[in-house]
């Protein structure tokens, strides 16, 4: 070391800024440090005030300071904002030490250190006790969570929803306290979360410290504030989501079984046999039908009615091997699959059965009844399809029943005259479609807030010649057997367009569509042509899909999958709406796969909101799922005033239904809109002025 130490060097050398002012506080020195950290060059500063540089709020502070240090050589600290070249603030502490009587200096010398980092933790500090306390206490869970997905700090929800002690939970992986099924998915959103700037959600597990209790399931956000010097972690916040999924459990087994007998319902049993014959199953499609249900129904009572039908079902179900399929169909009709079961004599072994079962005497509340059942089998083969199998266990059930009555060849010619009649009608609608016999009826849908008419759907009738008004009911189907449905489904949008031309254009217009129609590939463009000609905004179309259209599968030929259709009229500006909610699979999942807007819960859970308390429930559930993904929601069929204030209280956001309006002839359309378009109840006071 040298014997002798440049100062000048030492000060070059000092981490910190090194000041030298004179007794006005001017500078004549500083050190490159001070040049570093306040960002200025020296000659810009140098014979000037420092005061300039120091923020208004502080300067009293160091004047005090050089005050006290000119009478005791060591100033008092103190905290000041100094102005950096780029105009920002920075907080520094400073002190000063009287050199004016040392030879080579005669000046106050000053070091400053930069203390902004720590002025950050103290002002998130005195918040922090505070809003610890919030965290502590609030419902949702709150963690933070180091870089590597440790768990550094818990509020008390984590303790009350799981039970796990503090103590047991720091410095764990927050992994580690999910169910197995979920960990690489938890853990894939918590590293995605660390390497992003936008917020990460996912839902999982989580394992209660009493390993009895079911795991809870729980829907996390994580935000990433790694790089925030003060969190310096990942903001892990966690709700518990059980009721949102005892909810979604509700209406998928809603969706899925009869409520009456808690059997599969059609869409199970149309699923069912569509893998059966994918996977080329081999498996027995048995159709059953009860003779004298009617009579049961009529002379006992419906109550009578619905005690034999849950009878007849744990017949079937005893009668059927464990694993195959028991699905009712319709009010007295039910289909078994029963599975590996390849020859007729097996199945008709298996039909025997049935017939004999359910032929026993059932004793009711009401006393004892008698019913016979008609059971008609079809087989899977290598060229079996899902309709041919259920047409031919129909046939064979329908040929049964006959033949028990008695009159085999009647019945048989009965059904081929039905299918001449199909045919003849659907040649009526070819030429119907022509002649402008099909049109749009228009039914309004209401806010249930304002009573204003906000949208009108579009449901096709028919005027037949002969026949009279026809509803969808009557032809839709054949119009889809006869290829019909994509003509049908541009005529009814036609005829729907010119009605609503001289509509207020914040009224929007409803469409429904048919799964061919989602598969075409030409769709959305033809409806965007339509549109145009009529030179209505797309932006005010609401498409209208059931889940079932939207779960049906077509291949091949030129068609394209639903989503790819419904991506394109959201594009085009649509709206969509999933109608007749409830009746299919209204899985969360499923639904979200979809760019919906709204949902429209089906009239059949409206027809009971009133007397059945499950479907007023489930109303609830469906209007609490909905609010949690930002739908809106209609409630359709509403038919009486108590409907409308149920669905009112429960939440819906707009309604329609007879009550309101009966579909609309399109002739009709303006003068509803006119009378009663801003408030269905009572004409307006403008038609009165008219
Ligand atoms: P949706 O779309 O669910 O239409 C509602 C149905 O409920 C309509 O039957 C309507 O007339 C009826 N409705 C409305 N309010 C009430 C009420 O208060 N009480 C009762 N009991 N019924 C009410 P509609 O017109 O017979 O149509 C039946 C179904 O046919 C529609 O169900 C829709 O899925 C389909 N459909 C109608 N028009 C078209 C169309 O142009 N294209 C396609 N692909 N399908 C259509
Ligand atoms: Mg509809
Ligand atoms: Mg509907």
């Known amino acids: 070391m040298a014997d002798h130490i440049d100062f000048e060097a ?19 020195y500083v050190n490159p440090a001070g040049a570093e950290v306040f960002g200025w060059r020296p000659e810009v500063w140098l014979g000037r005030s420092i005061l300039d540089l120091i923020h208004p709020d502080d300067v009293a502070n160091v004047l005090s300071s050089t005050g006290t240090m000119q009478a005791k050589r060591i100033g008092t600290p103190v905290e000041v904002r100094v102005r950096l070249a780029d105009g920002t603030w920075k907080w520094v502490e ?7 009587d040392i030879e080579g200096l005669h000046g106050l010398v000053v070091v400053a250190r930069d203390v902004t980092r720590r002025r950050m933790w103290e002002v998130a500090g005195s918040d922090t006790v505070r809003f610890q306390q919030v965290v502590q206490h609030a419902s949702s869970v709150t963690l933070l969570l180091d870089r590597d997905g440790e768990i550094t700090s818990v509020n008390a929800a984590f303790t009350r929803l799981l039970g796990h002690d503090v103590s047991h939970v720091i410095g764990r992986k927050l992994v580690s306290f999910c169910t197995t099924d979920d960990a690489n998915d938890l853990e894939f959103s918590i590293e995605k979360a660390g ?13 209660h410290v009493d390993a009895a209790r079911p795991p809870l399931p729980m829907r996390f956000e994580i935000v990433n504030l790694l790089d925030d010097p003060v969190v310096e972690g990942l903001v892990v916040t966690g709700y518990d989501v059980s009721d949102l999924h005892h909810a979604r459990r509700t209406l998928e087994h809603l969706a899925r079984h009869d409520a009456l007998t808690g059997l599969a319902n059609r869409s199970v049993l149309l699923d069912e046999l569509e893998r059966v014959v994918d996977d080329h199953r081999n498996a027995a499609v ?42 009712r169909v319709g009010g007295d009709e039910f289909v078994v699959v029963a599975y590996d079961l390849c020859d007729r004599v097996q199945g008709q072994a298996l039909c025997d059965r049935i017939d004999a079962t359910l032929s026993m005497p059932y004793l009711l ?28 266990a129909d046939l064979a059930m329908y040929e049964a029943k006959a033949a028990r009555r008695g009159e085999p060849e009647r019945s048989i010619s009965q059904r081929q005259r039905n299918a001449n009649e199909r045919r003849r009608l659907a040649d009526d609608l070819a030429a119907g479609l022509g002649r402008g016999e099909v049109v749009a009826f228009l039914q309004p849908i209401v806010s249930m807030e304002l009573g204003a008419t906000t949208g009108l759907e579009a449901l096709v009738r028919w005027q037949h010649p002969e026949r009279g008004l026809l509803t969808p009911a009557a032809f839709l189907d054949l119009a889809e057997d006869a290829g019909l449905d994509l003509l049908l489904g541009d005529v009814v949008l036609r005829s729907a367009c010119a009605a609503i031309r001289d509509v207020d254009p914040a009224v929007s217009l409803s ?17 965007s042509g339509i549109l145009a000609e009529y030179d209505i905004d797309p932006e005010r179309l609401m498409v209208e899909i059931t889940e079932h259209a939207t779960l049906t599968r077509r291949a091949g030929g030129g068609k394209v999958s639903p989503e790819h259709t419904l991506e394109e009229l959201r594009a085009l500006g649509a709206s969509l709406c999933l109608d007749d909610f409830g ?78 309006a009966r579909p609309l002839p399109p002739d009709q359309v303006g003068d509803w809109m006119r009378t009663r378009g801003r408030n269905w109840r009572a004409p307006s006071s403008s038609s009165r002025i008219d």
């Open 10 to 28: 030492l000060a070059g050398a000092m981490p910190d800024p090194v000041l030298v002012v004179d007794t006005d506080v001017v500078l004549h």
């Open 94 to 100: 400073i002190v000063g030490y009287n050199a004016l």
């Open 195 to 207: 390497t992003e700037v936008k917020p990460v959600s996912c839902e999982a597990s989580m394992r």
């Open 286 to 327: 048995v159709f059953i039908d009860l003779d004298r249900f009617k009579p049961v129904n009529d002379l006992l009572g419906h109550e009578s009615g619905d005690e034999l039908l849950r009878k007849v079902s744990e017949r079937l179900l005893d009668s059927v091997r464990p694993g195959d399929l028991v699905a």
């Open 365 to 392: 509340i009401e006393g004892p009844v008698r019913v016979t059942a008609s059971v008609g089998l079809a087989l899977v083969d290598d060229d079996a399809t899902v309709t041919g199998l259920l047409a031919d």
């Open 511 to 527: 469409m429904n569509l048919s799964v061919t129609q989602l598969a075409d590939r030409a769709l959305c463009d033809r409806i």
């Open 583 to 660: 009746t299919g699979y209204s899985s969360l999942t499923h639904i979200r796969r979809y760019p919906l807007t709204a949902i429209k819960i089906d009239r059949s859970f409206v027809a009971g909101v009133i007397d059945h308390p499950e479907d007023r429930a489930v109303i609830a559930a469906m209007v609490g799922m909905a609010g949690a993904l930002e739908l809106e929601v209609v409630g359709e069929g509403v038919e009486t005033e108590e409907q409308l204030a149920a669905l009112r209280t429960l939440g819906c956001d707009k309604v329609q239904g007879y009550l309101i």
